[in-house]
Structure formats: C-alpha cells, structure tokens
C-alpha cells in the first residue's frame, strides 16, 4: 500500500516538473523618454505567475560630468520584498561593471558561448521602437534622423543573429523640423521555456566550478548586487 503511495506522489512530483518545465518565463520591457521624464520597466513572470521580478527606474538626473546620472531604482513585488534605492551612473561605475564583466569571463569556462546558447533559447514576440526628433536647425535634424535611423538598422541586426524574433521589429523616426524634442519609446515582450532556463543554470553552475575559484568570485559579485 505504501508503495503505491509513494509512486503516486514522486509520478505528481515528476509531472508538475514537466509542465513547469513546458511553460515560459515572460519578460517584458519598457523605455520611456519624453524630454527629461525618464522611465524604465523590466518585468520578470515564470511559474503561473507564482515568481515575479518588477524593476523600475522612473527617475534619471544629470548631475554633470563628473558625478554623472542618478538613478532611483525600485524593486517591488518580488520573492524577495519591495525595496528603493539609487544608482549613480558615472565613468567610475561603468569601469567597476566591466572589470566585473571581465573576471566572469575570466573564472567562468567558455562563458561567452553559454550566453550566445541562451540568447538563440529566446523568442522575441512584440519588438517596436518610435522615435520622434527634431532641432530648429534643418541640418542638424536631417543629420539626427539618419544617425537614428543606422543606429537602431545596427542593433536589429545585430539582435536577429543573437535571439529568435518571430515578427519583423517596429521601427519608426519621425522627424520634425524647426520643433527641437526627443521622445523614443522602446517595447519588447520576450519569452523563454522555464525547462531551458533551469538546464542553463545548471550548465553555467558546471560551468563556474571547473574554473578554480570561479565559485567564489560569483558569489562576491552577486551579494554585491
């Protein structure tokens, strides 16, 4: 009697794995400039929704050159609570973010490849991205447009290779002339199958312990975090 008990229940365990493992992790993301408002949404859902991230950055100020951009970050409904603080964006923390860059390259074996193996895992649904721009000068409007528009030709490009897009992205410049504004909307809603997820997280874990001390330099950089 017993046994079958316990069939019963490792045969449940197994199939909620499976059908956890077929569902998607939905991630949704948000820029917003008009003028100075800023606004920044990055949406994480997985498991029915029963694991959400929520990160947001709704205000960015320039402080100058030397201090850079101020940031206030918010995390809310997450596992791990509701919290708010600030980031400071200046030349000393892009250098402390690309020195940590490069020592997970570093201690991780064959990093760079792993991240290309997950990014082809995700699917692209919805991508657009509006611009309007224009300066009272016609020139210099002219100039602005053309350099929008490569700019953001390089960085499709660039994502059809690296993820699955399963729509043609959105992309429009609108140009005014003599009406000096900058407003640029960018949306993008992606998914990933959970199952793919979790057998990268294992492949990365392999991945950090064949490097020595590979461990430990992952776990100073993400309590750091």
């Not at 320039?62 to 400071?88: A, P, T, W």
């Not at 649904?125 to 602005?144: C, P, Q, R, S």
Request: proline share 1%; charged share 20%.
């Amino acid at each position: 009697m017993w046994i079958w008990i316990v069939l019963g229940i490792i045969g449940c365990i197994l199939i909620a794995v499976l059908i956890a493992a077929c569902t998607y992790v939905d991630i949704k993301i948000l820029f917003n400039k008009v003028e100075r408002d800023d606004y920044l949404s990055i949406k994480v859902r997985m498991l029915f929704g029963l694991v959400k991230f929520n990160y947001q950055i709704r205000q960015i100020k320039f402080k100058g050159f030397d201090q850079g951009f101020l940031m206030k970050r918010e995390k809310k409904d997450n596992v791990l609570g509701h919290s708010h603080d600030h980031i400071q964006l200046n030349i000393d923390f892009i250098q402390n973010i690309y020195d940590h860059i490069l020592l997970i390259i570093r201690f991780t074996a064959d990093f760079k490849r792993w991240v290309q193996k997950l990014l082809r895992r995700v699917h692209c649904d919805v991508l657009t991205w509006e611009t309007h721009i224009g300066f009272e000068d016609v020139v210099e409007t002219g100039m602005a447009s053309g350099i929008t528009w490569a700019l953001k030709g390089t960085i499709m490009g660039w994502l059809s290779h690296t993820i699955r897009l399963e729509h043609m992205p959105g992309l429009e410049v609108h140009t005014h002339f003599n009406d000096p504004q900058f407003t640029t909307e960018l949306r993008c809603i992606a998914k990933i199958r959970f199952g793919h997820a979790m057998i990268a997280g294992v492949v990365l874990l392999v991945r950090i312990v064949k490097v020595k001390g590979g461990l430990k330099l992952w776990q100073s950089i993400l309590f750091k975090v």
